[in-house]
Structure formats: structure tokens, C-alpha cells
């Protein structure tokens, strides 16, 4: 039997960047892994749609890593967890 599924596929484009695969699938250029909060308004607005079924969904966890900083940047650090 054949395998279906992500590894059948191979890539088109590539982007470190989330918002220019998000762009690239949003213009028809074919499928982009990306987070869901990520294009949440546009599954809603039925501009994208999840492809695959849950087989092709993938657990993620996005950490930051930093050094301690001090004055502005340790400011901008503690405002950003409050978002």
C-alpha cells in the first residue's frame, strides 16, 4: 500500500517566517504547517482550511530563551508576558 500523507509532498517555497508561508498558502501557492493562532481569523473566515486531518496536525511548543538584561530591555520583556 502506498503511504499518504506529509512526507508524499514535497516543498515549493520555503520561509523561516510564518506570515510569508501564511501569504504563500493564502495565494494559492500550496500547503503551509503553521501555527493555528497563526491563521485563526482566516480558518474563520474560510480563506484557509485545515488540510490532511488530524494525522497531519503536529504538537508544537515555542519557547523564548534569554539572558537576564537590565533597564529597557528587561522592561520590554515584563510587558510582553503580560499580553
Known sequence: MARAGPAALA??????MAEVLKAFALAGQGLAWLAASCIDRE?????????GGPAWCLPMEIL????????????????QQNL
Open 64 to 79: 523564548a530563551v534569554r539572558k537576564r538584561a537590565s533597564g529597557a530591555a528587561q522592561a520590554l520583556w515584563e510587558a
Open 43 to 51: 480558518l474563520a473566515e474560510g480563506r484557509l482550511v485545515r488540510a
Open 11 to 16: 516543498p515549493s517555497s520555503a520561509s523561516d
